[in-house]
């Protein structure tokens, strides 16, 4: 049975200073996300020998923990995509286009997204996603990595607003954090996330 694995990061450490160190990019991919990639895999091993042995009764805490671990790993494989030392300025085209029907003006969504990322209850997410019922776009937070969400969408840009993402550089100030993100945003990556869910039929 294939298992989860830690991607490769899309740039070096130290290509989005200075508004992410390289010290926290390195401890943050090689230790946190690689902790969410081994804690899905010793789960799933674990889920494993609970039907070998026909024995359910850790049923409840091994999905729980499954989800979170899992929800890491993917959220952070996102993160990762999203940012680019070339990143920053505003969509255009079809995705540009959706966000102004859909929050008013691009000014709009990013004080929402902006707001939900910094106002997150302890550790979480900020979140831009895809709700394919209604068609729109919507902002939302994710607390820990998988609860507060619908349970249809889809993530299109997420913004880590756990400490270990940012206080070893800014401190308890999340909010100089999360302005940062704006300039290194990979808006041709959220743009291709949006084109393949929208062209997703039924």
Avoid: C
């Amino acid at each position: 049975m294939a298992g989860y694995t830690l991607p490769d990061m899309p740039y070096d450490y130290g290509a989005l200073e200075p508004a992410i160190t390289g010290e926290i990019l390195e401890l943050h991919h090689a230790k946190h996300h690689a902790a969410y990639v081994k804690g899905a895999n010793d789960t799933l091993e674990r889920l494993a020998e609970a039907r070998d042995k026909s024995d359910f009764s850790h049923l409840v805490g091994l999905e729980k923990t499954f989800s979170f671990h899992l929800s890491g790993h993917v959220l952070h494989s996102i993160f990762w995509e999203n940012l680019s030392p070339d990143g920053g300025d505003r969509p255009d085209g079809p995705l540009g286009e959706a966000i102004d029907a859909h929050f008013g003006t691009f000014e709009a969504f990013q004080k929402q997204l902006t707001a939900a990322t910094a106002s997150v209850q302890g550790s979480g997410w900020g979140m831009l996603a895809w709700e394919p019922l209604s068609r729109r776009l919507l902002v939302e937070q994710v607390y820990d990595h998988h609860g507060n969400v619908g349970m249809n969408t889809t993530p299109l840009l997420v913004f880590d607003a756990w400490e270990h993402a940012y206080y070893l550089q800014y401190r308890n100030v999340r909010p100089d954090y999360v302005e940062k993100l704006w300039s290194l945003i990979n808006w041709s990556d959220v743009a291709r996330r949006f084109a393949d869910v929208t062209s997703q039929v039924g």
